[in-house]
Structures are given as structure tokens and as C-alpha cells.
């Protein structure tokens, strides 16, 4: 199947996915309970959409398409509270966070389904190790072109995304050390990581894409798991390196965030991206897994070494004039405060240090998504 | 060579339980039928076989084994409840009170037509509104269910097991004054019994989630901690004769309720668990004898019936306003099947009072046979029909 032709969109324009987590209120592992909960959801009109899973333990809900900071964390918020309320009538805590800290991978099921099945053969315990969290930013783009330019522009601003989200510090039961050990589990997977360096959507189009199509090892633009990917149907860009944050009010933040850069990176004032930005990509990726807002980055342009904490506020301040033309400010004040108080990542720790248990971590997180 | 049954004297515990536990891998590797259905069935054909062999008095080993394995399997059970829930969503628990009530209804009025002398009709009544937690926890596990069927089927057993308690303590409450005429041996041995048994299991509830928050290892485990205070209060609860079923399940509730630590066991408290639960299932069909069985057959069925559909319908009939389908509203009635362990605990204990209930009742005898060894095959059936089970991998 050839790659459909970009759609254009309305520029700037964005949406938002959240990937949650469903934990069961008896013991806080993870349950296989979406069905029931979409079958409860189903039977009044739902504010925004929601979809399954490939695991049961899992729902996803995105949001409309906004062009306002404000109409999308009022979306989400009515969203996230009949969410709540339907998963409290059934014993269903729902909850963000990049990973559930101690679900063992070997218990979870994987739909019955033959492509699932498929999948599951095809990478082995990757596949059930795939059990993790997500938030997906769309920004709406005029062009494929504008697009690529977006893509690779944006790649500098990868780790920003990763250290704000960061909120899974904990896999099967223990600290890994890192704030997003979530990207791990993403970049296990053979086409994880970022998109060639093609800057046309025609070229990308015939020559990356049918090429690619031809080896056989892609079908659609589904088989890439890349950070960022070009998303034809919808004419947008898809930011795929965000944690599911703790709270819906950060997933707004973060998105408004993303738009204020597209934004100011839309006016070129920057150097144009190039293929060697990419040296210190998968360097600065892993710091900012590794450390969170701690991390030190590389200058793609000038090599110079950066803390990331350093690198965010001072982006976050050059976004101002653009957060306020898009009515963002509060978005980014919200994460000005992040660098302040620390990630979801660092929060989580707190609550294990607090509570001595992995599922108390667990209670925290499900009394925190519910705004309390 | 010695005598069969003199070698079966020494030897017939543990024959029973290997041969129990063999046949169980054997056939649910063959059929998925549960392992607890075929533990009762050859515990029940081993003791026709062998009757005094697989004797057991009610302060033998085996007994207070038995008694420590539902400890474990009660606090387990205990400890998957939530309370809250039942707060805010009214309709499960207003569902588990109108399946029990109306059980007990229905099964008191069936006796009672059949001309069963009233008190024990009433204790009969009492006993069927119980579903066995024991069955219902180890099909859960067995299959890995998860979804609304299994979290309100283990909500709605906890329910209908206080009840059938509190029920059957008050009528034998009752049959004691209406003998012996003293009024406080009565209350002694219903709710005084009953407050004593909850605040002994609460009570350890507290303590021993905070003995490991001291101990500071309880991000790693609880199991041992915990069931070392399972087998404390069984012991307190024999020697205080008060209801190990009530105690074992409070510290169960109060440990998960109690906040002072979240922490988990290994589900059915591990391999040791696993094993303790094999001599439960065998010792519970055990005391079961091949003549009652077969003269009370006729009435256990009508009783098994009229059980089995009221708590369907009871069940089903909040379904709607509960919010789960009207689908899995009558699998949670029906996967409240399973019953017998739980009363035949219940019975050892008031055996010494006089009430020697299975004696003088075969009915009881052939329903809970046939409930030991069907009920989990239908709750096991009810979990895979509402999709809750983890799919079994082909090899």
C-alpha cells in the first residue's frame, strides 16, 4: 500500500493521546478490565474519545483538536473525571505514569486476536514487555514539508519532552535508576528511534518510503515506532517520547509546550536542521531518560555541554511571546514549575520512600490523576 | 504383609492427599477442570475406601491443618476486598443482601414443605446462603481471572459468608436457649462469639502490616509474616472458641484497610499453600458418608437447583443499575455456586455442642458433596464464558 498524500491541516492546531493505566482498587495490579469499562462508558456519551488497547489493562483516550491551552485541559479534565467516576462504580483505579511499577510482563494478556498473536511470536517477551504508557502530542502542519522541517527541527527538543514527562521510574517491582525507563522498552523495538534525515515529503515519499515498503519489512507508517513520526492522514506531526503524565493538567502543558515550538521554530529563525544533528541524539536521549531534569546535554551545533534543567528554563522563557500569541502561558508556567519541584518520576520515588511499597506508589498515583 | 487397612491407618493422610494432588495435575492438564473438584472427589472415594483411615476427630492434626489452610485461603480472601467500593457503588452490596436473603427464603421454605423440623430447616437455610471462598478464591487463581465477574463474585462471597456466620451463630444461639434455657449461653455463642472473632482478626490486622513496616522489608514480601498470623489466630481462635472463619477474614480486611503498609504475598501463600489446600479439599468431603449422600440426593438436587437460580436471578436482577451488563450480571449469580468447606468448618465447630448437623441431615450431605465438586466447575465455567480468563497458550 503506497503512503497516503499529506493532508493539509490547520497549522498549529493540536490534540493529545493518553495511554492509562486500569489497576485493580482490590490489590493495584494491573487489571484486564477495558472491556467492562467501555462497556459502562458506552452507555452515556463519552466527551472525547476512547479506545482499547492491545492489552486489557489499558485504555486510550484522546481529545479533539484544539487550538486553545484552555479548551484542551478543560477537554481532558471532563474527560479524566468520567473516566474516574465510570472506573469507580466497577473497583477500577485509573492512573498515568510511563510504566506500572511492579506488573510482572508474564501476566499480562494479550488479545486473542491473530494479529496479536502474531505480534507476540514476532518479538517475544518485547511484546508483552510493551506494556507501558504513553502520551502522543499531534501538531497540525500546512505541508508534508513544513512537517519533515518540524520533524527534524524538533529533534533538539526530545529530551525536554522525555525529563519534563518522566514518570516511570520503577519496572517489575524495582528502581531502574532511570526517570523514563518506559523509552527502553520502546527502543528495544527494530524501528524505534528517529526518521531518516529527508526533508521533502516527496523524496521521503518515493524514496524512503517505497523502498522501505519494497524490503518488505514495513507495510504502513504504523510498523515505525519512531520518537517523532509524520502522520499523513491526519496532516500532522506525532511527538510519541512522552510518558503519560501523572495528571491531565501536565499532558495540556506539555502539548502547549510542543505548539509554542513549532511555532517559533516555523519562523526559521534557528540554523535549519541537518543530518549531524543526529551525532549527540541518542547521547542526549539516554541522559535525559537516565537522569531526567538532572541529565547534561550536547549542543548538536556547538558541542557545548548543557544541563538539561538549564536548557529547558531557557527555552521555556524563549517560548514566552508565543505561548501568550497561542494563549499557552499558563501551559508553560506549569512546567517552569516541573524544573522547579522536580518530574512525576521524582514524585513516584517520594511516594515509594513514603508509603515502603510499590503499590502505594501505586494509590498515589491513581488520588493524583483525580486532581486531589 | 500387613493388613490393607492397618498399612492405610498409618499411611492414609498422606496416600490421600499425593493421590489427590496427582489426579488433580493430571485431569485439569487433560480437561482445565478445576484441581479442587478432583481433590474432592478422590478425597471422597478414598474415605468409602477407606473410612478410618481418613478419620479425623475435631482436635486432630488434620483437622486444625485444614482449619489453618482456610485461615490462609480467608485472609487472602479478605485482603482482595475493598470496602470502599461497596460504599460507593451501594448496588453490590444491596445485591449480595437480597441473594442471601432471598436463598435463605427459598431454601428454608423448601425444607420446610418437605416436613424438616423448623430449627433445621433454619440452619440448613443458613448455611446454603454461603458461598465457599475457598472454591471461589483457588478458581480465580487457578485461571488468572480478572474483570467485573471476579471482583464482584469475590465481593459478593465475603457478604454472603458474614451473613451465613452471623445467621447460623443466631439460630444456634437460639436452639441452645430453647434447650438449656439460659439466655447468656446463647448470646455467648452467637454475637458475643462473633465480635470476639472480628476484633481478634482486626487486631492482628493492625499489628503485623506494622511489624513489617518496622522490619522495613515489605516492599519485598509479606508472606510469611502473614501467614504466621494466620496460623496465630486460628490457634487463638481454638482456644478462645471463637470463629476462625470470622477472624481469618477480618485480619485479611484490617491489613489491606489498615493503610499502615501496602504489601503482597505470593497468591496462595506459595507452594506451602498449594499443598495445605489439597488436604483442605480432601479432609472437607471426608466426613461425608456414601449411604447419606445417596438418601439425601432427591432433595439436595431440588435445593441445589432452587440455590443456583435464585442467586442467578438475585444477582442478575441489579446488574443493570450496578453497571455491568445484564450478561454478567447472572455469571456473577452463577459463579456464586461452589459451597461445603466453609460449612463443613462451620459444622466442626458447633460439633461439640451437640448439633452434629450432617448426621442427622443427608440432604446437606449429598448438596454439598455435589456443590464441592460441581460449584467450581461452574464458577470456572461462568469466569470463561464473560471472557475474564487469561487465554491458555497453545504448545
Redesign the interface.
Known amino acids: 500500500m503506497p503512503l497516503e498524500p499529506f493532508k493539509s491541516s490547520q497549522p498549529l492546531t493540536m490534540g493529545v493521546e493518553l495511554e492509562l493505566q486500569l489497576v ?5 495490579d494491573l ?3 477495558s ?2 469499562l467501555l ?2 462508558l458506552s452507555r452515556k456519551p463519552f466527551p472525547g474519545n476512547v479506545t482499547p488497547e492491545i492489552t486489557e489493562s489499558m485504555i486510550e483516550i484522546n481529545s479533539d483538536v484544539h487550538t486553545h491551552h484552555s479548551e484542551l485541559v478543560a477537554q481532558l479534565q471532563v474527560i479524566r473525571d468520567t473516566l474516574v467516576q ?1 472506573g ?4 477500577i483505579g485509573i492512573c498515568g505514569g510511563g510504566t506500572h511499577p ?1 506488573q510482572k510482563w508474564s ?1 499480562r ?1 494479550i488479545f ?1 486476536k491473530p494479529r496479536f498473536k502474531e505480534v507476540s511470536e514476532l518479538y517475544g517477551y518485547l511484546a508483552k514487555q510493551f506494556t507501558i504508557f504513553g502520551q502522543h502530542v499531534h501538531i497540525g502542519c500546512a505541508s508534508g514539508d513544513d512537517a519533515l522541517f518540524l520533524l527534524h527541527s524538533l529533534s533538539r527538543y526530545v529530551p525536554h519532552f522525555i525529563a519534563l514527562s518522566s514518570s516511570s521510574p520503577y519496572v517489575q ?1 524495582n528502581d531502574t535508576l532511570f526517570n523514563s525507563a518506559r523509552l527502553n522498552s520502546v527502543f528495544a523495538f527494530p524501528m524505534s528511534g528517529r526518521a531518516p534525515f529527508t526533508q521533502s515529503w516527496s523524496t521521503f515519499e518515493n524514496e524512503y518510503f517505497a523502498k522501505m515498503e519494497h524490503t518488505g519489512v514495513i507495510k504502513s507508517m504504523k510498523d515505525f515506532y519512531w520518537d517523532i513520526r509524520p502522520k499523513p492522514e491526519f496532516g500532522t506531526i506525532e511527538l510519541r517520547v512522552c510518558d503519560t503524565p501523572l495528571t491531565v493538567e501536565r499532558a495540556a502543558a506539555l502539548a502547549v509546550f510542543l505548539q509554542a515550538l513549532c511555532r517559533y521554530l516555523l519562523e526559521r529563525r534557528e540554523e535549519p536542521p541537518v543530518e549531524d544533528d543526529y551525532l549527540v541524539y541518542n547521547y542526549n536521549r539516554f541522559q535525559a531518560c537516565r537522569f531526567g531534569l538532572d541529565g547534561t546535554l550536547v549542543h548538536p551545533k556547538t558541542y557545548e555541554s548543557l544541563s538539561l534543567r538549564e536548557d529547558i528554563l531557557t527555552t521555556l522563557r524563549k517560548m514566552e511571546p508565543h505561548g501568550a500569541a497561542l494563549g499557552g502561558t499558563a501551559g508553560l508556567q506549569h512546567l517552569v514549575q516541573v524544573t522547579h519541584e522536580g518530574s512525576d518520576a521524582h514524585y513516584l520515588r517520594q511516594q ?1 520512600d513514603r ?6 506508589m501505586v ?1 498515589a498515583a491513581i488520588q493524583r490523576f483525580r486532581g486531589e | 504383609m500387613p493388613d490393607l487397612q492397618v498399612f492405610m491407618a498409618e499411611l492414609g493422610w498422606p496416600l490421600a492427599i499425593a493421590l489427590a494432588w496427582l489426579s488433580g495435575e493430571f485431569i485439569h492438564r487433560w480437561t482445565r477442570l478445576p484441581r479442587i473438584s478432583v481433590y474432592g472427589l478422590v478425597g471422597f472415594l478414598m474415605a468409602q475406601a477407606f473410612p478410618t483411615a481418613l478419620s479425623s476427630g475435631a482436635s486432630s492434626t488434620v483437622t486444625l491443618l485444614a482449619n489453618l489452610a482456610f485461615g490462609l485461603i480467608l485472609f487472602e480472601f479478605g485482603y482482595r476486598i475493598n470496602l470502599h467500593w461497596l460504599r460507593i457503588n451501594p448496588w453490590i452490596a444491596v445485591s449480595g443482601l437480597v441473594e442471601s436473603a432471598a436463598t435463605f427464603g427459598v431454601v428454608y421454605l423448601i425444607s420446610h414443605l418437605t416436613g424438616m423440623p423448623p430449627l433445621t430447616s433454619l440452619l440448613l437455610a443458613s448455611l446454603a446462603m454461603s458461598t465457599s471462598p475457598a472454591g471461589v478464591l483457588r478458581v480465580i487463581n487457578e485461571e488468572d481471572s480478572s474483570g467485573q465477574v471476579t471482583e464482584r463474585v469475590l465481593h459478593l462471597v465475603a457478604i454472603n459468608c458474614v451473613l451465613a456466620v452471623f445467621v447460623f451463630k443466631v439460630v444456634v444461639g437460639f436452639w441452645v436457649f430453647q434447650t438449656s434455657g439460659s439466655l447468656t449461653q446463647a448470646v455467648s455463642h452467637s454475637l458475643i462469639e462473633l465480635l470476639m472473632s472480628a476484633v481478634m482478626g482486626a487486631m492482628l490486622g493492625f499489628i503485623v502490616p506494622a511489624v513489617l513496616r518496622l522490619l522495613g522489608a515489605i516492599a519485598q514480601d509479606g508472606t510469611v509474616a502473614f501467614a504466621m498470623g494466620v496460623v496465630l489466630l486460628v490457634a487463638l481462635a481454638h482456644a478462645f472458641d471463637v470463629s476462625p472463619v470470622l477472624a481469618t477474614l477480618t485480619f485479611g480486611l484490617a491489613a489491606r484497610h489498615s493503610r499502615v503498609a501496602f504489601s503482597r504475598t505470593e497468591r496462595n501463600f506459595g507452594g506451602i499453600g498449594e499443598l495445605l489446600t489439597v488436604l483442605l479439599f480432601v479432609f472437607a468431603v471426608s466426613t461425608l458418608e456414601w449411604e447419606r449422600v445417596v438418601a439425601g440426593a432427591g432433595l439436595a438436587v431440588v435445593l441445589v437447583l432452587a440455590r443456583f437460580v435464585v442467586k442467578a436471578a438475585a444477582v442478575a436482577a441489579f446488574a443493570h443499575v450496578g453497571g455491568i451488563s445484564w450478561r454478567k450480571g447472572v455469571l456473577t449469580g452463577i459463579a456464586l455456586s461452589p459451597m461445603l468447606v466453609f460449612v463443613t468448618l462451620l459444622l466442626e465447630q458447633t460439633r461439640y455442642m451437640g448439633i452434629v448437623l450432617v448426621d442427622e441431615l443427608a440432604a446437606l450431605a449429598a448438596m454439598t458433596l455435589l456443590l464441592e465438586v460441581v460449584g467450581p466447575i461452574i464458577t470456572q465455567r461462568a469466569l470463561i464464558w464473560a471472557n475474564e480468563t487469561a487465554a491458555k497458550e497453545e504448545h
Not at chain 1, 88 to 91: A, D, K, P, S
Open positions: 485493580s482498587l482490590s490489590d493495584f487489571t484486564a478490565s472491556p467492562d462497556h459502562l465510570a469507580e462504580q466497577l473497583n511492579f501476566d494478556r486473542a517491582g515509594f508509603s515502603g511499597s510499590a503499590e502505594g494509590d
